[in-house]
């Protein structure tokens, strides 16, 4: 119940397309779900990160659906960039879960120039 | 920008020796964090630290783990008898506050068991 399932593991989109990547939760008690990012050799860093209270959320060219019903979230990265590529991966943490992050699987995004 | 550092960047070690791995959290963070990521998984909790103590550990973390600030700045991860799948990198983290708060990640400690 405490898994953060990801979609899809690879990634591969032309410059300027748009990329989409989806998980879903089990825990309903899961009330924070951050977007990380990962380059290689280098810590995850905090993209953007969304509270159930919104549906939607943007930060310039990142926008996270959040769809509580269903217990999924997406990441949307518009106008994608070769700069974008990178790992990225979701996470999510409750109240009554502590602060640990759960994460999912990561999805490797490849934008080709 | 403040960052979380990592030392070493790379340990190698024998089945069966200890190690500590050594993080310095930024300064006026509170909350600290341990999470590791065997190669091609994902990333994976291992404890996390408040108020000079243990808050939270996961199933992986077992008797060989164990963590301390030894000092204001410093935050350890000591394996005691190193297995082979303990083989990973090994993340540390600290935030500001509770779980809403951005965790800042350090780079990263790769830990090889031969």
């Known amino acids: 119940q405490q898994q953060v399932k990801q979609s899809p593991q690879s990634l591969i989109v032309q410059k300027g397309g748009i990329s989409i990547i989806n998980c879903a939760y089990e825990?309903?008690?899961?009330?924070?779900f951050p977007w990380y990012q990962q380059f290689p050799g280098k810590g995850p860093a905090l993209l953007i990160a969304?509270?159930?209270?919104?549906s939607e959320k943007k930060e310039g060219r990142f926008t996270i659906s959040f769809n509580k019903s269903a217990k999924q979230f997406s990441l949307h990265i518009m106008d994608s960039q070769p700069g974008d590529s990178a790992t990225y991966f979701c996470?999510?943490?409750?109240?009554?879960?502590?602060?640990?992050?759960?994460f999912g699987e990561g999805t490797q995004l490849t934008v080709n120039p | 920008e403040p960052e979380v550092t990592q030392t070493p960047s790379h340990q190698v070690t024998q089945m069966g020796q200890e190690v500590i791995l050594r993080c310095v959290p930024i300064?006026?963070?509170?909350?600290f964090y341990w999470y590791r990521q065997i190669l091609g998984q994902k990333v994976e909790f291992l404890v996390s630290?408040?108020?000079?103590?243990?808050?939270?550990k996961s199933e992986i973390f077992d008797d060989q783990f164990s963590v301390e600030r030894p000092d204001g700045s410093n935050f350890t991860l000591k394996i005691r008898s190193t297995k082979l799948e303990d083989s990973a990198m090994y993340f540390c983290?600290?935030?500001?506050?509770?779980?809403?708060?951005?965790?800042?990640f350090g780079p990263g400690t790769r830990l090889t068991v031969l």
């Open positions: 300064s006026n963070h509170l909350y």
């Open positions: 630290f408040y108020n000079n103590e243990i808050s939270e």
């Open positions: 983290a600290s935030s500001p506050g509770g779980y809403t708060d951005t965790q800042y």
């Open positions: 969304i509270r159930p209270d919104v």
């Open positions: 996470a999510a943490s409750g109240e009554t879960s502590g602060s640990r992050l759960t």
């Open positions: 825990n309903t008690a899961f009330d924070y």
